[in-house]
């Protein structure tokens, strides 16, 4: 028998840990050299593990929801393939050995006992270690110890929802809803009592992300997903750390948009790629980066770190309705081609959820296209730790007045506005205001008789 020992992969120089979202396989079941193993998630990106060797699944030693350092042997898998039912049973997942022995326990007691509720009144009694409700839901005998400690109701454990395997109610979907419970209660006696004895408790400020909001009769209440949750955090972050200020500017692109509806099926004909304008833009984005570095920077303390790479995150929506940024990396070493390759290579990996922990990573400049939803202009919110965001809006026809040398006269012109975010920690108005400028300046000096 060869035993190959299955590890939580390094998923980028910083990530240290990864949780188990799900597995897809099961101890005993035989795999080959590339299936998929299970899914793992970060900070960053989720991605799929795949199995690097033929064999059968011997142990699973972590389980679904279980945070494991890189590193750390996570499975066992039997390259000489053996028979495993044994080694099956031993190694079953903990929740499935807890049903085990409940059963043993519901065997033991009485058939008078068990026909007796558990309930008495509207609390949960503690009676056997596990059982399950009339509905036929499982609550473990934490969750279960800590209801009738904090006298949650029969009918409200019915309510949570839980965010464990087929909706069980963990511990921290327990413990959120007695906190949330408790801030929704009208004052009473005992909170008098405890405002009195300890005055501090009324001179701290409760935070925002902890504000309650109450429900009305036919609202519906949507769970954050696990993205949505780090995607709040982190917005909410950025605003508390950077001096958010935005500058606009509303940029001539006719040059632009003629060269590429001239172009574009010949391209697509050629490279089978789509050419949008976005790595148009982008090369101009680079140049003007190199023109003002201080755009492509990052905050350390009292220190500026002036960025030599031109990383560009670019902003995705996902077809969940988060949002993901992934990055080009060294964006300032490619060609228009290059951009546009590499645009559409990580815009249809975020997409199809195919990402690695590295296409997310190391971001020092990110745009945000708002004209992909036809929206005019917008102010994105920073990406930390880098000190610029910008907007792009969508391309509109408009009359414009256009000097000519036999004078001004007004023509129609393609314009679309741009939305510089900066941190004014580091960024003054003058510096975001020539950035912009020079932006534009790019932008409308664009070669119209370029090949690509």
């Known amino acids: 028998m060869a035993n190959f020992e299955l590890v939580m992969p390094k998923l980028g120089e910083s990530i240290q840990e990864a949780t188990i979202t799900k597995w897809i396989v099961k101890a005993g079941d035989k795999v080959r050299d590339d299936d998929i193993l299970l899914e793992i998630?970060?900070?960053?990106?989720?991605?799929?593990?795949?199995?690097?060797?033929?064999?059968?699944?011997?142990?699973?030693?972590?389980?679904?929801?279980?945070?494991?350092?890189?590193?750390?042997?996570?499975?066992?898998i039997d390259t000489g393939g053996g028979d495993f039912n044994q080694e099956k049973e031993e190694s079953k997942p903990n929740a499935v050995i807890t049903d085990t022995s409940s059963a043993s326990t519901s065997v033991?007691?009485?058939?008078?006992?068990?026909?007796?509720?558990?309930?008495?009144?509207?609390?949960?009694?503690?009676?056997?270690?596990?059982?399950?409700?009339?509905?036929?839901r499982y609550y473990s005998p934490l969750v279960r110890k800590i209801a009738s400690e904090e006298k949650v109701t029969a009918v409200e454990l019915e309510r949570i929802q839980g965010t464990g395997r087929n909706g069980r109610v963990r511990k921290e979907d327990i413990l959120k809803y007695i906190q949330d419970r408790e801030k929704a209660e009208p004052l009473i006696i005992e909170t008098t009592t405890a405002r009195v004895t300890e005055p501090e408790v009324t001179a701290a400020k409760p935070s925002p992300e902890k504000f309650k909001v109450s429900a009305s009769p036919g609202d519906e209440i949507i769970k954050m997903d696990r993205m949505r949750k780090l995607i709040a955090e982190h917005m909410v972050m950025s605003k508390s750390i950077s001096a958010h200020v935005t500058n606009m500017i509303e940029t001539d692109v006719t040059r632009i948009v003629l060269w590429r509806n001239r172009i574009k099926d010949e391209f697509f004909a050629r490279e089978k790629d789509k050419l949008t304008y976005l790595p148009i833009f982008l090369e101009s984005v680079i140049s003007a980066l190199k023109d003002y570095p201080m755009i492509n920077a990052s905050v350390d303390g009292d220190s500026i770190i002036l960025r030599k790479n031109i990383n560009l995150g670019i902003a995705v929506a996902l077809p969940t309705g988060n949002l993901i940024v992934p990055v080009i990396k060294n964006a300032d070493q490619l060609s228009l081609l290059g951009l546009v390759k590499s645009l559409n290579r990580i815009a249809d990996n975020a997409r199809n959820n195919k990402l690695n922990p590295d296409d997310v990573t190391g971001g020092t400049f990110t745009v945000?296209?708002?004209?992909?939803?036809?929206?005019?202009?917008?102010?994105?919110?920073?990406?930390?730790?880098?000190?610029?965001?910008?907007?792009?809006?969508?391309?509109?026809?408009?009359?414009?007045?256009?000097?000519?040398?036999?004078?001004?006269?007004?023509?129609?012109?393609?314009?679309?506005?741009?939305?510089?975010?900066?941190?004014?920690?580091?960024?003054?108005?003058?510096l975001g205001g020539a950035y912009l400028r020079k932006l534009a300046d790019y932008l409308e000096a664009f070669d119209s008789r370029r090949t690509l």
């Open 368 to 430: 945000s296209n708002f004209g992909t939803f036809r929206n005019v202009m917008g102010t994105p919110i920073i990406n930390q730790p880098q000190v610029a965001v910008l907007g792009i809006g969508t391309v509109e026809k408009k009359p414009a007045v256009v000097e000519t040398p036999e004078g001004d006269m007004i023509a129609i012109r393609h314009k679309m506005y741009l939305s510089l975010t900066y941190d004014h920690r580091i960024i003054d108005g003058a």
């Open 41 to 76: 998630a970060t900070d960053k990106v989720d991605s799929e593990i795949p199995s690097p060797v033929s064999g059968t699944i011997m142990k699973i030693l972590y389980q679904q929801d279980e945070v494991v350092p890189v590193g750390t042997v996570i499975a066992i």
């Open 108 to 136: 033991s007691t009485p058939a008078s006992a068990a026909a007796e509720p558990e309930i008495s009144g509207t609390e949960i009694q503690i009676g056997e270690p596990e059982m399950e409700e009339n509905t036929g």
